[in-house]
């Protein structure tokens, strides 16, 4: 598989299978269905989701728990990930391939990119973006590391592989069909369900 950016290549390989490992704990889940049931509230008639970058699955697994019947979709760059993903999904949902290249098809009721889009090289973001608005048929969710400007951030001792700004607010300035739904953010220190200080967009396509 060719890729375009160095981050793709990145993720592709040996960084992104060794990833999988460090997030296998199903100890994670009580945190996740908590995340969605927060940041989900106000989706209403939701039959279908894919996720963009879903890797071994956690996120879909645990929309799973609150929505049982939802059509589940899932990218995933990383070979070894996608096979993970497809025991979650069923593997004709599952899509190995890089975001940069994939196509919808389709559009489902919700697209969600989750801890995605810091990663991916900043001059792709433009055309990920009319991706991800392409596969949202009514809702998109966006849970991202936030800054109010763009920032490069060093990456477990890597340079150019984690990039904080305003995704969504990119998002909602490129694409006029877009409005906001709902926003929140969830704290690393919660005594309960603690998660990644991840700031969460909720966006609604007008129709």
Known sequence: ???KTEQEDFWAG???SQYISRNQDDALLPSLVNFFARSLRL????ASCIEFGANI??????IKVLHPGYDLHGIEINADAAGELAQIIPAGNVHNCSILDFKPGRTWDLALIKGVLIHIAP??????YDTLVAACGRYLLVAEYYNPSPV??????EQNKLFKRDFAGEILD???EMRLVDYGFVYRRDPNFPDDDITWFLLEKRL
Do not use: C
Request: charged share 15%; proline share 6%.
């Open 152 to 157: 490069t951030i060093p990456y477990r001792g």
């Open 57 to 62: 699955g956690l996120n879909l697994k645990a």
């Open 123 to 128: 001059e792709a973001l433009p055309q990920v």
């Open 14 to 16: 040996s960084f992104g």
């Open 43 to 46: 989706v209403q008639g939701a």
């Open 1 to 3: 598989m060719t890729f």
């Open 174 to 176: 490129r694409h006029s």
